[in-house]
């Protein structure tokens, strides 16, 4: 497997993201936590050591899936996690919360449930608007000081707090949406992090699915899943974008490979002109692929 960069932090260079773990595209069926304890030893014996995860998905519920995975093997991994989406004194879970209050309260449950001491990677999961982005990075500033936090993280954000944060306390990554399907990144904010020093972990590198090749119809989603009512899967956007697919398909069959592996190939071959950037995937091209019709992307993690 091969390594990226990310400032000090060496994770590989394809990661694995814990969210659908926790059931967060559909909500109907039985959770299956020993198949996602599996596919994460499977992920550490192919050579992976960087895990994603967050207190949102579930809530709770990923970041003890993955707790339970690295038992003994916590050495072999750098953990990810995020904060931001529960608020523990006001509101609970979906309340955007990044008060230091609420950073300090939100990583001793994460630690507890990963059975670990510290965490490797820190991500604010969203921008909170009511807290200036300096009171957040003080926070995790004062978790690095204490050994609970190695590295600080930003997630969706714009590239004035980027530039915020990184002023109060050292940002080593941003991670935000990028594939052949969303490339919004490249205009502004990969420019900053190179300017930077950031690095980059872009998440839904297979587009939500999309770019595996497998959904060709509304009809393949579950009744319950978010991606059937949602613009970017649905009207003449999702036949649209079914354009990206096919090149994407037929670019991959030159050289045998899936629609899946070309997307992520092309990912980290575009990585190479960017911070070192692992792609964060859920469990090249020598021609241009069209750009997507879309609209409205839901977060993701």
């Known amino acids: 497997m091969k390594t990226a960069r990310l400032g000090d932090l060496e994770v590989s260079a394809i990661g694995l993201g814990a969210m ?12 299956d936590n020993a198949e996602s304890i599996r596919t994460i030893h499977r992920a550490l014996d192919l050579g992976v050591t960087h895990i994603d995860t967050a207190e949102i998905y579930g809530p709770f519920l990923s970041e003890e899936i993955v707790g339970q995975a690295i038992k003994g093997r916590r050495d072999q991994v750098k953990i990810a996690t995020k904060f931001g989406l529960v608020s523990h004194f006001n509101g609970g879970p979906g309340v955007i919360d990044s008060s230091a209050a609420n950073v300090k309260a939100a990583v001793e449950g994460s630690l507890k449930r990963l059975g670990t001491d510290h965490i490797d990677l820190y991500y604010q999961h969203r921008v909170d608007k009511n807290t200036p982005i300096e009171e957040t990075a003080g926070a995790v500033a004062d978790l690095i000081a204490e050994g609970k936090v190695l590295h600080f993280g930003l997630s969706e954000a714009s590239p004035e707090t980027i530039s915020r944060a990184h002023a109060a306390q050292p940002v080593t990554a941003l991670q935000t949406e990028y594939s052949l399907w969303t490339r919004d990144v490249e205009e502004s904010i990969l420019p900053l992090l190179r300017e930077l020093g950031i690095g980059f972990v872009p998440y839904s590198p297979l587009g939500h699915g999309r770019l595996t090749g497998q959904i060709r119809s509304v009809d393949d989603f579950p009744d319950d899943d978010w991606r059937k009512t949602n613009p970017r899967f649905t009207g003449e956007n999702f036949h649209r974008n079914l354009a990206i697919v096919d090149e994407v398909k037929a670019i991959g069959a030159e050289v045998g490979a899936t629609p899946a592996q070309t997307a992520l190939a ?7 002109t960017s911070p070192p950037s692992p792609a964060r995937a859920g469990s090249h091209a020598s021609r241009r692929t069209p750009r997507p019709t879309a609209s409205n992307s839901p977060p993701a993690n």
């Open 266 to 272: 092309w990912l980290l071959t575009a990585a190479t």
């Open 20 to 31: 659908t773990m926790a059931g967060t595209y559909t909500s109907e069926g039985t959770l």
